[in-house]
């Protein structure tokens, strides 16, 4: 249960270098990761509100539920949400500015770095536009509605880790159950059910430093335990969680991972990104 990274910056910003006099220096800019082969060179789409027209005129309507701060002049962009066999799943779309300098390389760029850990994130993509599709196995069905490819993402193998012994309880019948705990210690406020089986919260907002957490139960301590070694696998992303049962709960603050741990009878497994 990784925490899940919010948007990249649009494509079209790309990784901008700028000299002491305050403009763009091409020649310190780094290589741009060119956009995968086999991706079509359409169709085209004006803004990220015309890709969501088009999922709508092909029998996947998508509702509108956050749009990113970017300059039209660059690019657009937004997240949605569909639903498919009674799963809701979100289409996070990103469509750059035809008239930038470059636009498929930039678009490529961007998908470069969502394909890899920790993100590796499953895209569609086209044209001048791409999309990280957060529930994987309907990726096809979206690309086929947008003309698109679907990109896997890189492959990463988890190393099996040591684990420390987790306690057998306690164990909770629900989401709303462990946040119910995690409240009585250091809050749980704000509380969200989130795409694939997770719940986020606030903590900390009693002692005026909020931050957020990710709750999540497993159904075998062996699920459990991948979830955990996935959390502390990746260098440079430090990471503290608390576990027991079938339980997880990965804590943005990672200074309170004792208490957390005290207050619901689980153990801290962290990693310091090192």
Known sequence: ??????????????????????????????????????????????????????????????????????????????????????????NQIDVINTRQKNYRDRNGDSIAARHKAPFSQTIVAAGNWYINVTEPRFASRVAKALHGVVLPPEKVKIPDYPLPSLPAEPRYKSLGAL??????????????????????????????????????????????????????????????LVAAGNWTVNLCDYGLGGTVARGLRGRVVSYDGG
């Open 179 to 240: 946040a119910d705990a995690l409240g009585e210690v250091v809050g749980c406020d704000e509380r969200s059910e989130e795409l694939g089986g997770t719940m986020t919260c606030t903590t900390g907002k009693r002692t005026g430093t909020p931050n957020c957490a990710t709750l999540a139960l497993h159904a075998t301590p062996a699920d459990r335990d991948r979830t955990l070694r996935e959390a502390i696998a990746y260098k440079g992303v430090p990471a503290t």
């Open 1 to 90: 249960m990784k925490r899940k990274p919010r948007r990249f910056a649009s494509a079209a910003l790309g990784v901008v270098l700028l000299t002491s006099c305050g403009v763009l220096d091409e020649e310190k800019r780094p290589a741009l990761t060119p956009m995968p082969s086999g991706v079509p060179d359409g169709p085209l789409f004006a803004d990220a509100d015309a890709v969501v027209a088009a999922l709508d005129k092909a029998g996947l309507p998508c509702r509108i539920v956050r749009r990113g701060r970017t300059d039209p002049d660059f690019g657009t962009g937004l997240d949605c949400v569909s639903v498919l066999n009674g799963i809701k799943f979100e």
